[in-house]
């Protein structure tokens, strides 16, 4: 919907009792062609254990692709940012760089 016709028109939030929730662990993929934002969150599935296997294994399932028009997209980003100096605020989060790794020591040069 074009944002002058939202921002001129006095919108009231209705909710939605029969809405039903849905959990996401995980952002698999976000794309943005230039008009709309492409959101879909997934949930980790493991498969059962299995004692020969090395290492645990499963998959990461899509549950919602949400796609949003370029105001709404900017919107949500917005109260993300928002929602992130809050937790920042709190101490919920951190934005320090993660330390890098020590770098290797350079190699000793042969003795001739």
Not at 8 to 15: F, H, Q, T, V
Not at 66 to 86: E, G, I, W
């Amino acid at each position: 919907m074009a944002k002058a016709i939202l921002d001129s028109a006095d919108l009231r939030y209705e909710d939605r009792a029969d809405l039903v929730e849905t959990f996401a662990d995980n952002v698999q993929r976000m794309t943005f062609d230039g008009r709309t934002l492409r959101v879909e969150f997934c949930v980790v599935r493991m498969d059962d254990p299995d004692a020969k296997a090395k290492k645990r294994t499963g998959k990461s399932v899509p549950v919602v692709r949400l796609v949003l028009d370029l105001d709404a997209a900017v919107d949500m980003f917005n109260k993300m940012n928002s929602l992130q100096a809050a937790l920042q605020n709190q101490g919920v989060i951190s934005t320090a760089p993660k330390a890098a790794a020590p770098a290797a020591a350079p190699a000793a040069k042969p003795k001739s």
